[in-house]
Structure formats: structure tokens, C-alpha cells
């Protein structure tokens, strides 16, 4: 996947199952109004952690990614900057958020 600038951003394995993987990529590279359609894509989507994880470990800048836009993902990352691994912080919280639902 390319990203708004033309650089060769990696995919996971994870790309192959996500939901964005067969509409039209542009609408996930939307300003304004056009990001919080871009989002509703990410809604239910199975890989929407892997995909989050991936995008906030390796700082991507452009485009809604795990459906988080740009600008939400800068302001996550320098919240917290110290964390190394994305990919366990949202699982962790996933878990978390689990056990309070059963209580």
C-alpha cells in the first residue's frame, strides 16, 4: 500500500484480511468529512488492532489506519511516548476492557 506521499508503507500479514484491503484506498486518505467515513470502514474490521499497531509503531502519518485518523494517532504517540510496542498496549487494553464487561 502506498501512502499519500508515494512511500511504500510495509503490510502485515494482517493486510491481507482487512476490510480496506478491496475498496477504493483513496477514501481512507480523506480530509475532513471524508475521514470519519473512512473510519466507519475500520468499524468491525478483524485486523483493526494489528492495523492501529502497526501505524502508531511505525509512526505512518497519512491516512485513517486501525481507525484512527493522522492527527489522532499523533496526539496518542505524544501522550505516551515511551511505548514500544503498540501491538501489546492495545491488547492489553482490549483485555481489560473485556474483564470489566463480565464483571
Do not use: H
Request: proline share 2%.
Amino acid at each position: 500500500m502506498c501512502d499519500k506521499g508515494g512511500t511504500v508503507t510495509r503490510l502485515q500479514d494482517w493486510g491481507e484480511d482487512a476490510a480496506c484491503r478491496t475498496g477504493d484506498s483513496d477514501a481512507l486518505f480523506a480530509d475532513g468529512p471524508g475521514q470519519s467515513r473512512a473510519k466507519t470502514i475500520c468499524t468491525g474490521c478483524s485486523v483493526r488492532t494489528d492495523c492501529l499497531a502497526d501505524a502508531l509503531d511505525n509512526r505512518i502519518q497519512w491516512g485513517v489506519w486501525g481507525g484512527m485518523t493522522e492527527c489522532e494517532r499523533r496526539a496518542l504517540l505524544r501522550r505516551r511516548p515511551r511505548v514500544v510496542s503498540w501491538k501489546k498496549v492495545l491488547l492489553d487494553g482490549k483485555a481489560a476492557q473485556s474483564g470489566a464487561r463480565s464483571e
